[in-house]
Structure formats: C-alpha cells, structure tokens
C-alpha cells in the first residue's frame, strides 16, 4: 500500500525521504499506537524537530528526526537506536515518527491554525488508582488498551496535564520502600490473616525531595505523575522487580524485608516499615531456648523451640526456621515426607561442610524457591535481621548459631528427630515429636553441644542439668590389709545415685531431668554398690548420709580409679605416688635378677619380671596374659628362681598336656628343685621347692591335700581352665591358701564379663570386693570400668608390639564352591534346620545346635556311595607340591573323624605324617612331636583341643585350618604353635571356606565378637574373642 496524501506537505516530504516499504511499516506502527512523541517543536514552513519512542517486538527504540529549510534547499536527518537505521538509510521507526507529526499537523489545519501543544495531544490521558506500586505491564494502568505499551500510552499528570511517555533519564536517586499493614487498604480487607500481612509501597528521593507520586513500570521504568520524567531502572533494581512479580503482592513482612534488605547495601534504596525509617527500630539478639514436655503420642515426647527477647518476652519465630517444619512449615510442600527428610540431612550437612549438595534435593518441593532464597542468606549472611510489628523491634538471627543448632540436632537424634514437626504460629513456637527414647538417648549430647552456645534445654518446666558431685571420702584408722573409710554423701547426690540407670545418660531426680557424662556413670556405678550392699549405714546430720566402707588393700585402685573421678579422701599422697607408678608402668623399679638370664632375656620379658616382682614384693598378684609364645613360663621362672631363698613353697597348677613342659623348662632355666604331683602313685613332696600339678587333682585335693598347704607363690597357667564362676575348678582354686598368685593366660577372657572377673579375682582376691555383688550389679557397659580398676594387676603385649623380628605371617581364606552333590545334600539339611527353628523355645535351642554340628561337619565331608570332600581334594593337591618342595606343614580339625580320613589319604599318598589327638598319653605326644620338630614326620594332623597347650612346632611354615569356629582364639592358639620365638620360616595360613554356607557365616559372626576382649585388654588389642552362642547368632548362622 503506498502512502499518499498531496495536501500535506509533510506527507509529500514523507514520500521523497523514505521507500515505500518503509512508509508501509511506518503508517502500521501508527495504526497500532506504538509510537509515543516525547518532544516536538517549529514548524514544516521553516525547520522542526521532532523525538519520540517506537515500540516493537517487546523493544523500545528511541528515535529521532529533525528537518531545516535552507533558501529553497530541504535537509531531513535521522536517528534510531534500532540495529535497520543507518545514516545512508532511514528505518520505518523514524518513518512512522513522520507521519505521527504529519497527523498533528493536520489536526493543527482542522483548529484553525492555532498551534498544537504536546501536552495536549491527547484530551485524556491514564492515571493510576494509587501511587508507589508495581505495575507489571502497561495493559494494566486503569485506561490502557489491551495492546498499548508504557511508551504508547498518554499520561494525565499530578497537575491534569496530559503528556506522552518522555525519553528516559539515566537512574538518580534512591527508591523508597514502606512496609506497610494490608489492611490499611480497601482492597486487601478480604484476604484471609490480612491482619498479619504486609504490603509495599515505593516513593522516590532525589536530595532532600521525596515524591510518593511514582510508579514502577515493569523492570524498565520509574515514573514520576507530579514532573512526568521517567527513569531506567538500575539493574539491581531490576533484579528486585524481577522477584516482585513471581511474589505476592502482600506477605509475610519477614519475607518482603529479605527481598528489599539488599537495597541498602548497595546503596540504590532503603526500607520503611509503617513510615518509620529502618535505622530507627531498637536493634536485640533473641534468645533460643528448648523444652522437653509430654507428647499426645504414646511413646513420644515433644520437644519445643521457642525464642525470647533479653527480657523474657515470647519473639515470633524467624521465617528460616519453617525450613524444618513440616505441619505448617515449608516443609509440608515436598511430595513426600522421605524427600523432606533427606532435604533436611542434606542440609545440615552443607551446613557443616559449606557445600550445596541440599539443592537436587529441593526440586520436589512447591515452596523450592522461597526456600533456596532464604537458604542462601543463610549460607552466606553472619546475621539475619527480622521485624516484630509487635515489639516494634528489629531482632538479629546469628546464623552461624542457627546452623550449629540444627547439626547438634541432627547429630543428637538423627533423621527421626525431623520425621514429625509442626509450627503452631500463635503460640510462637516449633513442636518436634520424638520417640521417648531417642530424645532422652540423645538429650545429653544436644546439651552438650547447646551448652557453648548458652542454649538451656528444660524439662518439665525445670531447667536440665548436670550433675556436680559432692560426695567424698573420710579415711578412718588404718589396718595393714584394710581400708576403713565413711562414704559422705548429701541428699541432692544420694537422690541421684537412687534414681540413676546406669545405662542411660539421664536421670529424673525430684529436682528435674540430671544429665550424666561417661565418668559420671562410672562413678554411680561405685557409688551404688557403696550405698546399697557394701556400705553400712551410719548416723547421718541434717542434709548428709554417712556410709562405713572397709574395702581390701588389693582395691587401692579402685580407690585410685574414684579420685580420677572426683571422688578425695581415700588415698594418702604416698598412695596415689604409687598406683601412679604402676598404672603408667614408668619408673619402674629394675630389680636384680640372676645372672643365668641376663643373656637369655629379652627386654620386654625382664619387664615382665620386673613388673611380678613389683607387684610381689606389695603384696598383691599379678595375671600375666602375654601373647602365646612370648615366653610366660620363661618370665614366671625368672621371677621363681630371684626369689629362691625367699619362696619356698611354689605351687604350679596346669593342664596335663603340659605339666612336662613346666618340667623340662625348670630344668633347662632354673636349679629349683620340683615334683610333680600326678598319677595313681602320686605321693606330696613337701622337700621340692616347687609341686607341678593338673587342673583335675586341684578339683579333687583342694580340700585335702592341696587345701592344708600354705604356699608362698601359687601359679594358675592356661587359667582361663577356671574361667567359669561357678565351676567345681574355681570355687577349688579359692580353697588353696597363697601369699602371692600368678594366673598365666593367652586369652584371659574368652566367654564375658563375668569369666574375666572371676580370672583376675584368682589372681587378686578381693580386687572385686564381694563377687556376688558384682556379679549382680555388672552389664557389659561395666568393661572399660573393669579394665581401668584392674589396669595395673593385668600385663599384655602381643607379638606385633615386642617381637619385630618374628617372620612374616600371611593369613588366607581360599573360597570353594561344593560339587552339585554336596550343595544339593547341604541345601536339604539347611532347609529342615530352618524348619526347626519354629519348635517351643526349650527343644529349639538343643535341636538347632546338634543340627548345625551336623551342618559344619557337611561342609567338611559327605558319605554317600563314596566319600565326598571338596576340601580334602583342596588340601591333598597343595600338600603334594608342599611335600615335594620341602615344607613342613600342619593340618588342624575340630574332628577327630575328619583328621582320620585326611591321614587314610595321606598313607595312600605314602607321605610321612605324625598326629595328636585327645587319645595319645602325655609320653605320645612328646614322641610325635619330636618326629614332626626333629624328625622326617613332613605332615602333622592336629585336633584344636589337644594342640591348643605347650606345644612348640616351629618346624612348621604352612598351616591348615580345615574347619572354622565363632571362637577365633581357638584358631589363633592353633596359629601360635608355629609363629612363635623360635620360628625362622615365613608362615602361611590358609583358611578354606565353603561358599554359601555356614561357614562364611562363621567368618562375619567372629569380627562381630571381638568386641569384648577389645575392651577388656589393652587399646591396641583386639586379636582375640570368644562368644557363647545365642539365638541372634544362630538366625545369622541360619540366613
């Protein structure tokens, strides 16, 4: 369409400066308002000049035109901001400027000539319904078409004047944002909680003058309704109008401070709240504060958070809070609560290791972006300020706390503290239901760390505390193998010590909840076997009891142990000295020892002796629980043979099998005359200095023979033979009369607590106090306790620590898979076993320990037409490249059947072999340990209860453990024969195992059972356990 109109000498200009294309998309752009004059001034008949903005394609161009009439000659100029205009070629923005100027110019004609004004181009022009609010499109002005543009429109000012839009200024000033209460508003009256909601309204300062008469247009302008100018929004400003229009007009204040705060840092604005200006509110710190209370739920307790001023007063609480709240919290918007749970781990998390691995986390959550908002000043803000209308006060949320209060939540409780929350806005104050005994398992340890922060925790309305003891002791007159003291205790620590469960880390008490630290514990568990069987009560004063003790000397450490713990007046400076000394084992005296072993003694075993001598010469005994091979009967017969002329009377008590070992050790070490006391012909030989005996004639003669004699040292080796409470042997053993006793064990607990304390009772009478009382008020927590009370009467090392030049001993499990035969044969027992497992509770246990016998003995060997044994097939191909390559190797079985077919196998091979089992006298087995030691014996078959004492089979460089057990100090026994002082080869153990059995089972139930002996024995050691079986270990067996 071509652009023609002659009467207008404007309109013939148009048609000389522009192509007709251009005129075309010119008149369009008129036609659709999109072009907004914004200065135009004089006249076609000599010059004008004339700028507006063109809108196109969401993009405002600011264009521009100027014309001069020179003596006849016409000059048209161009300007445009769009990438088309070029000074050689005009754009059809300047086009439609033309032909908009055009059109008042024939308005002008149409007056009668009179000059047109640009502020009245238009007789009206839109307004808004009120000032210093966000207007996201021009559409929404009140007057707008639909399709008009901020630039297209016409403005009817302050003063009723009427403009179009003008070009931009460059940003001045600062923008003004008031917080304001919804409600002052008509048309917010209606929204529900309008009463607790904020809205904003923004004003402009430029210098000293504020005008509120402003409007933001979209993230491009601010207008100004009293001057009509308009200025471009800085960018940070645009940023800010960006988040405006995804967020509710009215909201929570907290949440329209977070969004406008950043103004003032950067200095383009600043906040008002109801007028007032934000550094005028009183600026405080809030204080946290917790509480335990009941719970509606059975088995829960509620644990509550709330916050307060200095003063005491309730504080609403901060939005960052609502992160960990499910039930009217942003939580509540994940899709599920497991989402919401692992959010919050996360989180915490990140909180710790300043990460943000809590993000991939977000995406299933509704309120995902208000919370990564709010998380991220978190993360990087020191402190969060937040309004109170109420107190009409800013209060600061130190994040850094924030944060160290949710990881000591999470730490203390874990994941099933944050499963069911809620936030009760009224009350001010976030509920967390928690199962009863995790919150009180845990409450210690959140204190703990709340305790730096100066956070309380209150329980029943009474603020947690910890208890600070004042319990001590009064030391009486002294007797040589006594200790005569008064326990004195108060009300407030007796009420404790009542209360108190020893394996919790809480107590209720009449004054509230009492938190308890790990010594604490272990001082209540003295305390309450003082004041509850071994104190005898006396006159107590107002406020105190009074407890008489009279302990025996061999408790000075324990004693020692309670002043460790807080507990004074038992010991004189000289005693504690002295259990110092030996509890350190430094300074130590050296005592003189003979000469024939200053060249055979190691260094760690003349401490040994000087470590029985020190507790011999006060008096008090001594277990000696070396590893096997160290060399314990060596270091016993130094201490004998310093103290010939002191001891006169020595009584070692053994099992059989070693009772000539001890023999042809005292010969080869000593000049202590001996006999031994054994047989149908046994007659006491009260002359010998020392009397070696067995185990079963201690049982038979303890109260005859053995029990007469009073002996100066008595000697219990391999004890763990008495480990047993209750057994005929240990009640024997107490019948025999001693100045000084020895118990010498590898293992010296194999079972539990109780088979440790009735060992070192053996060794130390008296070191319990009274053993049943022990007995009845001992747990497994008790261990480390134990182990520091008897600490001094107990030496262990273990190979690894003194012996660094013993070879090297590489353990192996080989993995084998049963023959379709033997898994076919196993699988069917271990489904009728399993069906087993569902008999009354009585027959069960016998039924399914005879059937696993019979399980462990499937994986071994199988009868059906022919003998089946994947692992003998296993053991005869690596004995004949052993045999043949020169090695000397022992094979060990649980079985005495078993080692029967191996040994047919290996007489068919033609190999030589020598063999121990429980049927050889103590005469057979010296012979057929020489044979495999001294001789041409390459193979030895070994049963583990006849080869676990006094064998010495360094020959060796293979072992064989065909057959494995939850018991691994059975196996290490086993091992010990060989990886001892003596052995020059490197040895190689090899543990073949069935896979998918029972016996890969065995294997994870020993490392589940090691832990007993670790915590008895020494830090370092955790190389031997034993446990008793019970039904959990038999499921596990079974699964």
């Known amino acids: 369409m071509e652009y023609t109109n002659n009467n207008s000498p404007v309109q013939a200009l148009i048609q000389r400066s522009f192509e007709a294309a251009t005129v075309f998309l010119a008149q369009k752009m008129v036609e659709q308002g999109r072009v907004s004059l914004s200065f135009m001034k004089g006249s076609f008949e000599t010059y004008f000049i004339v700028s507006g903005i063109v809108a196109e394609n969401n993009t405002n161009y600011e264009s521009k035109i100027s014309f001069k009439r020179v003596e006849g000659v016409e000059k048209l100029t161009t300007q445009c901001t769009c990438k088309l205009w070029s000074p050689e070629k005009a754009c059809h923005h300047t086009a439609?400027?033309?032909?908009?100027?055009?059109?008042?110019?024939?308005?002008?004609?149409?007056?009668?000539?009179?000059?047109?004004?640009?502020?009245?181009?238009?007789?009206?022009?839109?307004?808004?319904?009120?000032?210093?609010?966000?207007?996201?499109?021009?559409?929404?002005?009140?007057?707008?078409?639909?399709?008009?543009?901020?630039?297209?429109?016409?403005?009817?000012?302050?003063?009723?004047?009427?403009?179009?839009?003008?070009?931009?200024?460059?940003?001045?000033?600062?923008?003004?944002?008031?917080?304001?209460?919804?409600?002052?508003?008509?048309?917010?009256?209606?929204?529900?909680?309008?009463?607790?909601?904020?809205?904003y309204q923004f004003s402009w300062v430029d210098g000293d003058n504020t005008v509120k008469e402003v409007s933001i247009f979209d993230v491009l302008y601010l207008f100004n309704w009293k001057t009509g100018e308009a200025f471009d929004l800085p960018n940070d400003l645009r940023e800010l109008v960006s988040k405006l229009k995804l967020t509710d007009v009215i909201g929570d204040v907290q949440d329209l401070i977070r969004l406008f705060l950043p103004l003032r840092d950067k200095g383009t604005g600043d906040i008002l709240i109801e007028g007032e200006a934000w550094e005028s509110f009183p600026v405080e710190d809030m204080e946290y504060r917790f509480s335990i209370n009941p719970s509606p739920r059975k088995s829960f307790l509620n644990l509550e958070l709330e916050l307060f001023t200095a003063d005491q007063k309730l504080v609403p609480m901060p939005s960052p809070f609502l992160l960990f709240v499910s039930e009217q919290g942003w939580a509540g918007s994940f899709r599920t609560k497991n989402d919401a749970i692992l959010f919050f781990k996360t989180l915490i998390e990140d909180f710790d290791r300043e990460t943000f691995f809590h993000k991939k986390y977000l995406h299933t959550a509704s309120k995902k972006n208000l919370m990564s908002e709010w998380i991220s000043l978190i993360m990087k803000d020191d402190e969060l300020p937040f309004f109170d209308p109420a107190f009409k006060k800013i209060f600061m949320l130190n994040t850094k706390t924030f944060r160290k209060v949710f990881l000591a939540f999470l730490d203390s409780f874990g994941e099933i503290g944050f499963k069911t929350s809620f936030y009760f806005k009224e009350d001010r104050k976030i509920v967390f239901q928690i199962p009863k005994n995790n919150l009180l398992e845990g409450v210690a340890n959140f204190y703990q760390q709340l305790t730096p922060l100066k956070i309380p925790i209150f329980y029943d309305q009474q603020q947690i505390r910890t208890w600070k003891s004042s319990i001590r002791f009064e030391?009486?007159?002294?007797?040589?193998?006594?200790?005569?003291?008064?326990?004195?205790?108060?009300?407030?620590?007796?009420?404790?010590?009542?209360?108190?469960?020893?394996?919790?880390?809480?107590?209720?008490?009449?004054?509230?909840?009492?938190?308890?630290?790990?010594?604490?514990?272990?001082?209540?568990?003295?305390?309450?076997?003082?004041?509850?069987?071994?104190?005898?009560?006396?006159?107590?004063?107002?406020?105190?009891?009074?407890?008489?003790l009279f302990l025996q000397r061999s408790r000075i450490f324990e004693l020692f142990e309670l002043k460790r713990l807080g507990i004074e007046g038992a010991l004189t400076e000289e005693e504690e000295k002295f259990c110092e000394k030996i509890m350190t084992m430094q300074d130590m005296p050296q005592y003189d020892v003979h000469p024939r072993f200053v060249d055979i003694a190691r260094p760690y075993q003349l401490g040994g002796y000087n470590w029985l001598r020190f507790l011999y010469e006060h008096k008090f005994g001594a277990c000696l629980a070396d590893d096997m091979g160290l060399g314990k009967t060596l270091q016993t017969i130094m201490l004998l043979q310093t103290l010939k002329e002191k001891a006169k009377k020595i009584l070692i008590i053994c099992p059989v099998s070693i009772l000539y070992n001890w023999k042809n050790e005292l010969e080869k070490f000593s000049d202590l005359t001996y006999s031994i006391y054994y047989g149908d012909e046994r007659e006491f030989n009260t002359g010998a200095q020392v009397v070696l005996t067995s185990y079963g004639l201690m049982k038979k003669e303890s109260f005859s023979t053995l029990g007469q004699e009073e002996f100066d040292i008595l000697i219990f080796d391999e004890v763990q033979h008495l480990k047993?409470?209750?057994?005929?042997?240990?009640?024997?053993?107490?019948?025999?009369?001693?100045?000084?006793?020895?118990?010498?064990?590898?293992?010296?607990?194999?079972?539990?607590?109780?088979?440790?304390?009735?060992?070192?009772?053996?060794?130390?009478?008296?070191?319990?106090?009274?053993?049943?009382?022990?007995?009845?008020?001992?747990?497994?927590?008790?261990?480390?306790?134990?182990?520091?009370?008897?600490?001094?009467?107990?030496?262990?090392?273990?190979?690894?620590?003194?012996?660094?030049?013993?070879?090297?001993?590489?353990?192996?499990?080989?993995?084998?898979?049963?023959?379709?035969?033997?898994?076919?044969v196993y699988q069917q027992k271990l489904n009728a076993v399993r069906s087993n497992m569902i008999a009354p509770g009585a027959k069960r246990y016998g039924e399914v320990l005879k059937s696993l016998l019979e399980m462990r003995q499937l994986c071994l060997w199988q009868k059906q037409a022919s003998l089946n044994s994947t692992k003998i097939d296993f053991l005869m191909e690596n004995l004949e490249q052993l045999v043949t390559e020169g090695h000397k190797t022992l094979v060990f079985s649980q079985f005495t059947t078993y080692l029967d077919m191996i040994e047919n196998k290996i007489k068919v091979a033609g190999w030589k072999m020598a063999r121990i089992d429980g049927s050889q006298s103590i005469k057979k087995r010296g012979e057929q340990v020489e044979l495999f030691q001294n001789g041409d014996a390459q193979i030895f078959l070994i049963s583990l209860k006849a080869g676990g004492f006094g064998l010495n089979l360094t020959a060796a460089s293979y072992i064989f453990l065909m057959d494995p057990w939850w018991n691994p100090a059975v196996e290490r026994q086993a091992i010990d024969r060989a990886h001892r002082i003596g052995q020059e080869n490197k040895l190689t153990v090899y543990r073949p195992i069935i896979k998918e059995s029972v016996e890969e089972k065995v294997l994870i139930l020993q490392q589940s059972k090691r832990e007993l002996f670790r915590d008895l024995m020494a830090e370092d050691d955790d190389e031997y356990f034993s446990g008793k079986l019970n039904m959990e270990d038999f499921q596990h067996l079974l699964s």
């Open 96 to 199: 439609s400027l033309l032909i908009k100027f055009s059109d008042l110019q024939d308005k002008q004609e149409q007056t009668g000539g009179q000059p047109i004004s640009l502020s009245l181009m238009a007789q009206e022009g839109v307004h808004v319904e009120r000032y210093g609010t966000l207007m996201k499109a021009a559409p929404s002005i009140p007057g707008a078409k639909m399709n008009s543009t901020f630039s297209s429109l016409q403005y009817t000012l302050t003063n009723r004047k009427v403009v179009n839009f003008p070009a931009p200024s460059k940003w001045k000033g600062k923008l003004l944002v008031n917080l304001i209460r919804a409600s002052e508003f008509e048309e917010y009256r209606d929204v529900l909680y309008v009463d607790e909601k904020f809205t």
């Open 475 to 548: 030391r009486n007159k002294e007797k040589l193998d006594w200790f005569q003291l008064d326990l004195i205790v108060n009300d407030d620590d007796l009420d404790v010590i009542k209360n108190a469960e020893i394996t919790d880390n809480f107590l209720l008490s009449s004054k509230g909840l009492v938190l308890l630290s790990d010594e604490q514990k272990d001082l209540l568990r003295f305390m309450k076997r003082y004041t509850k069987f071994e104190g005898e009560k006396k006159e107590s004063s107002k406020g105190l009891s009074r407890f008489g």
């Open 724 to 824: 047993n409470i209750r057994s005929l042997g240990a009640n024997a053993a107490r019948q025999l009369k001693a100045k000084f006793r020895i118990c010498l064990t590898g293992t010296p607990v194999e079972n539990d607590l109780s088979e440790f304390y009735n060992i070192m009772d053996l060794c130390v009478p008296g070191v319990w106090g009274d053993l049943g009382v022990v007995k009845s008020t001992s747990k497994n927590k008790n261990r480390l306790l134990a182990r520091r009370t008897v600490k001094p009467f107990i030496l262990r090392r273990t190979k690894d620590q003194v012996l660094k030049e013993l070879p090297e001993k590489i353990e192996n499990h080989v993995f084998l898979d049963f023959s379709p035969e033997e898994r076919e």
